[in-house]
């Protein structure tokens, strides 16, 4: 079991729809993250926040929008997606914004988009 | 800029044999470096890490690395191959965030 949880695990949108994606930790962590995975790919970081603040935006396009409300949650609005956009969404945590700081990974949502 | 190479898209190995899984890493300062394991449909699980303490490191599952810096390499070691460890694998790198490399799948055959 994963202690970084998040929801929904499946995804079905169209390219018009508005939805997003959840992700929720009790450990404390103060660093939260999304990653974008493709097929046989690694995981590509999104975005960083670190104590609830913005700190990396890997120059994502706009349609993607992430929020922080607070330290234990981390949300990405989805709206108007592409086809090309569908992949494994994982969100992960770690103890601080710190470059030994291991991550933990949720078990990710799987996004299509038709 | 940090980044790791991995050898190697596919291992396939025998059950009861050495898996040697190999990660490669280029960068300016002594790095951190992660393994992280991946089963179907699911997230990313750390293995082990290196922080410079010491130079093998022993991580869960059997799993150890050792770190050489004048190879630059970190490679994953495990003496002997059980059909749950076929997964993918991935080496990773951390300064100002964390960088993975491709991934190794790995096979176990009976």
């Known amino acids: 079991d994963t202690e970084v949880t998040q929801t929904p695990k499946h995804l079905v949108m169209g390219m018009t729809n508005k939805k997003s994606l959840k992700c929720e930790q009790h450990m404390g962590h103060r660093a939260m993250y999304w990653y974008k995975q493709k097929a046989k790919k690694p995981p590509e970081l999104m975005f960083v926040?670190?104590?609830?603040?913005?700190?990396i935006n890997e120059s994502v396009p706009s349609r993607f929008s992430p929020e922080c409300p607070n330290s234990s949650l981390l949300n990405l609005h989805l709206h108007a997606l592409q086809p090309e956009d569908s992949a494994l969404y994982l969100c992960a945590s770690s103890p601080k914004d710190s470059y030994n700081s291991p991550l933990h990974f949720g078990n990710g949502t799987r996004l299509t988009v038709t | 800029a940090q980044s790791v190479t991995q050898l190697g898209s596919h291992v396939s190995v025998s059950e009861g044999a050495l898996v040697l899984l190999r990660c490669n890493y280029s960068s300016s300062v002594p790095p951190y470096l992660f393994w992280y394991v991946q089963y179907p449909n699911q997230g990313l699980q750390l293995l082990l890490k290196?922080?410079?303490?010491?130079?093998l490191v022993k991580g869960i599952n059997g799993f150890e690395a050792e770190f050489k810096k004048s190879e630059t390499s970190f490679h994953l070691t495990k003496p002997s191959a059980h059909m749950s460890d076929a997964a993918e694998y991935f080496c990773a790198v951390s300064n100002n965030d964390m960088r993975f490399g491709a991934g190794t799948r790995l096979t176990v055959k009976p």
């Open positions: 926040y670190s104590y609830e603040k913005l700190s």
């Open positions: 290196y922080t410079s303490a010491a130079t």
